[in-house]
């Protein structure tokens, strides 16, 4: 079945950078959309940026030009810089086995991490 294990939140200040990783496992990433999503508290889940495996990207508008999907054979990335206080939350990272066409809703998605908790002060 599908596992997919977040790591690399941590506490930081403003303007700092923090490199997300989601480690996949018992699928072959192959025609899945992968994304990242993030909780506040006391909110819903909001989508932040996808790639599908033919490297089709979306982002969410207010992380444009901050922060950097990617992904590597099994590993999913979230490169954030410039991290502001309104980034914090929970990161989740999410797959559907379906091609990204710009979803970035957590009813799309059908496989989650645990989360990952980032805190901008």
């Known amino acids: 079945h599908v596992q997919l294990v977040e790591s690399g939140g941590g506490s930081v200040r403003a303007g700092d950078s923090l490199r997300l990783s989601c480690a996949g496992s018992g699928y072959t990433h192959k025609d899945y959309c992968m994304a990242w999503f993030r909780q506040a508290l006391g909110k819903e889940h909001e989508g932040i940026a996808s790639?599908?495996?033919?490297?089709t990207i979306s982002y969410k508008q207010s992380v444009k030009g901050r922060f950097t999907i990617s992904q590597d054979s099994a590993l999913l990335y979230l490169q954030m810089n410039n991290l502001k206080p309104e980034d914090t939350g929970t990161y989740y990272c999410a797959a559907v086995y379906a091609p990204c066409g710009g979803r970035l809703t957590e009813p799309e998605f059908g496989f989650w991490g645990q989360g990952t908790q980032v805190t901008v002060s």
């Open positions: 790639i599908g495996d033919d490297g």
